[in-house]
């Protein structure tokens, strides 16, 4: 379980309250009930990444810590305030949280650097000026400064997701939701997304990654939650859910990863249906 931080954090945030808390989390569609009771802390500055077979409800879960998805029960803050009370100004919850998807939908007819300042204008009601300054810091951090006035088409794909993480950090939020952002990638583009997503946690970034990369998780997750049919069936260090796993599920899952030629005629396609968006 997680331990709460004690310090005062920077964007004012009650001491040691978890910038995001989920607690006894359901969700359904119809009679298909993705989300069986999570509870889930994620302190200031903490990474954590999401692991777990296809339909194991992931993505289920990102979306319900910004309301992209209504959960059927269950509670979630954000940075102390509850998201899911009925009363709540989801617009200006929602602005606190960065999301950066498989797929960049990015606007094709608008440069990199209108991608990225029509967002601010729009929901922040920046000036043209105040809104360009932070485009540009924000592609420079993620070190495509000289692609400012390109259009995505011309752009590779690890390069388009560079560019939508970048747009996310110009809205200034306070936590950053990953759902698969290098699953869309070739294998050569998918080191320089990754390299950005580490120099964020570096930098201090409370994040929320589901993942399949690993080594990523490894090596820059403070904590790894393995999900299956929608509960989390262990959660911990990443040298000790990667490393050595309680759980049979967990080794399962692992083992597939590694291999997935062991994959036997039946089993949820791990890779395969990937079509949601
Ligand atoms: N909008 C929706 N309407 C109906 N069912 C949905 C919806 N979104 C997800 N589901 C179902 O919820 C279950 C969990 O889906 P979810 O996308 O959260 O899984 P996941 O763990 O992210 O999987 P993957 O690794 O394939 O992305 C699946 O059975 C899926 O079909
Ligand atoms: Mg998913």
Known sequence: ????????????????????????????????????????????????CVIGPSGSGKSTLLRCVNLLEEPTRGQVFVGGTE???????IDAVRRRIGMVFQQFNLFPHLTVTENLTLPQRRVLKRDKAEAARVAAENLQRVGLAEKAAAYPSSLSGGQQQRVAIARALAMGP??????????????????????????????????????HEMTFAREVADRVVFMDGGVIVEEGAPEQVIGDPSHERTRHFLSRLLDPAMAEVGEAPERLDKADG
């Not at 998201?83 to 100004?89: I, L």
């Not at 869309?184 to 589901?210: I, K, S």
């Open 1 to 48: 379980m997680t331990t709460n931080a004690e310090t005062t954090t920077s964007t004012g945030t009650t001491a040691g309250a978890p910038e995001i808390r989920v607690r006894g989390l359901h969700k359904s569609f119809g009679d298909n009930e993705v989300l069986r009771g999570i509870d889930l802390d994620i302190r200031q500055g903490e990474v954590v």
């Open 83 to 89: 998201v899911t009370d009925p009363d709540v100004d």
């Open 174 to 211: 306070e936590v950053m939701l990953f759902d698969e952002p290098t699953s869309a990638l070739d294998p050569e583009l998918v080191g320089d997304v990754l390299a950005v997503m580490r120099m964020l946690a570096n930098d201090g970034m409370t994040m929320m990654v589901v993942t």
